[in-house]
C-alpha cells in the first residue's frame, strides 16, 4: 500500500490521511503516557488491543444507534474513521470515585456516586487539560448549548450501555472519557464520537477482586500492565484468534 501521508502524532496513535476523502486512518502506537506527558513508556502490545477494543465497542455503541466514526478496521494496529473536527472538550463520565476526584475532594477511591457526574475538560496539553464548565464551553465558542445537550445526552446512554456490557463480564465501570467530533452530511452538521474508547481511558476494576485492568497499572507501577489489557480483550471474547504466535509483542504484526 502507498505510504500514507500523516497528519498528526499524538501521545497515543497517529493520523494519517485516509483512502477516500472525509476518513483518517488511526493507528494505534504502544507509547503510553500519564499525567500530561510527565510520564512515558510503552506497553507491548497495547496498541493491538486498544484496535481491537475500541473497534468491538465503537460498532457495539453503532448497534444501539450512537453515531460513531468508526469505518472499519484495517489491520492490526490501523482503523479507517471518518474525519472529524474535534470539539476540543474531553468528556469524562463518573459512577465511583477515583482518580482526580478522590484527590481533589480527598475522598476515597471505590466510593459510588449516587448519580453519574458529567465532566469537562478543555483540550490543551499546555494548561494541563483545565476542567471547565458548560458556560466556558459556550461562552469560548467551543460549542453551542445544543451541541453540549447532545454531547451529555449521548454520553449518559454511552455510559448506561458500557456500564451493563462490563458487568456482563465481570467489570465495574468507574469512569471514561470521550471524544466527540463534527462531520457535515448535506450542509447539516452533526456530531459524532471520535477518538477511542479503551483501558487507556476508562477505569475498569474487576467486579470480585477490584484489581484494576486499565491505564492506572500503568500510572501507578502497579505491573501486569500488558496482561491486564489483554484480559479486559479476553473477557469482551476478541483476542487475536490464531493463538500465541499472533499475541500483542509480536513483531511481525503490523
Ligand atoms: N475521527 C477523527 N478525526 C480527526 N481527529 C481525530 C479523530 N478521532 C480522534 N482524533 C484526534 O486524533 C488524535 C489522536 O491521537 P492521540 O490520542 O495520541 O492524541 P493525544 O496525544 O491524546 O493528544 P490530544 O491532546 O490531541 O488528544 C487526538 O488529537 C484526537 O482528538
Ligand atoms: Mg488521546
Redesign the pocket.
Known amino acids: 500500500m502507498a505510504k500514507r501521508r500523516q497528519l498528526?502524532?499524538?501521545?497515543?496513535?497517529?493520523?494519517f490521511e485516509g483512502p477516500e476523502p472525509g476518513t483518517?486512518v488511526?493507528y494505534f502506537?504502544d507509547d503510553a503516557?500519564a499525567f500530561n506527558n510527565k510520564k512515558k513508556g510503552t506497553i507491548t502490545g497495547k496498541g493491538v488491543l486498544n484496535n481491537r477494543i475500541s473497534e468491538y465497542l465503537m460498532l457495539k455503541l453503532a448497534d444501539i444507534g450512537i453515531p460513531t466514526?468508526f469505518v472499519r478496521r484495517l489491520n492490526m494496529r490501523e482503523q479507517l474513521?471518518?474525519?472529524?473536527e474535534?470539539i476540543p472538550i474531553e468528556v469524562v463520565v463518573r459512577n465511583i470515585i477515583a482518580g482526580s476526584l478522590a484527590k481533589r475532594f480527598d475522598m476515597p477511591e471505590g466510593t459510588p456516586l449516587p448519580r453519574s457526574i458529567v465532566e469537562y475538560y478543555y483540550?490543551a496539553?499546555e494548561l494541563d487539560d483545565p476542567m471547565v464548565s458548560e458556560e466556558h464551553i459556550t461562552a469560548f465558542g467551543w460549542a453551542t448549548p445544543p451541541d453540549l445537550d447532545e454531547i451529555m445526552s449521548m454520553s449518559l446512554r454511552i455510559n448506561d450501555f458500557l456500564t451493563g456490557l462490563f458487568l456482563g463480564i465481570g467489570i465495574r465501570l468507574i469512569d471514561f472519557k470521550l471524544?466527540f467530533?463534527r462531520v457535515w452530511e448535506e450542509e447539516q452538521m452533526r456530531i459524532i464520537l471520535?477518538?477511542?474508547i479503551s483501558p487507556d481511558n476508562c477505569r475498569l476494576w474487576d467486579m470480585n477482586t477490584n484489581e484494576k485492568m486499565d491505564k492506572d497499572r500503568f500510572r501507578r507501577d502497579l505491573g501486569g500492565v500488558e496482561e491486564a489489557y489483554q484480559e479486559v480483550a479476553r473477557r469482551l471474547g476478541i483476542l487475536p484468534e490464531s493463538g500465541p504466535g499472533d499475541m500483542p509483542g509480536s513483531d511481525t504484526m503490523q
Open positions: 498528526y502524532e499524538g501521545k497515543a496513535k497517529v493520523i483518517v488511526q502506537k503516557t466514526h474513521v471518518r474525519e472529524v474535534i483540550k496539553d471524544e467530533g471520535a477518538d477511542e
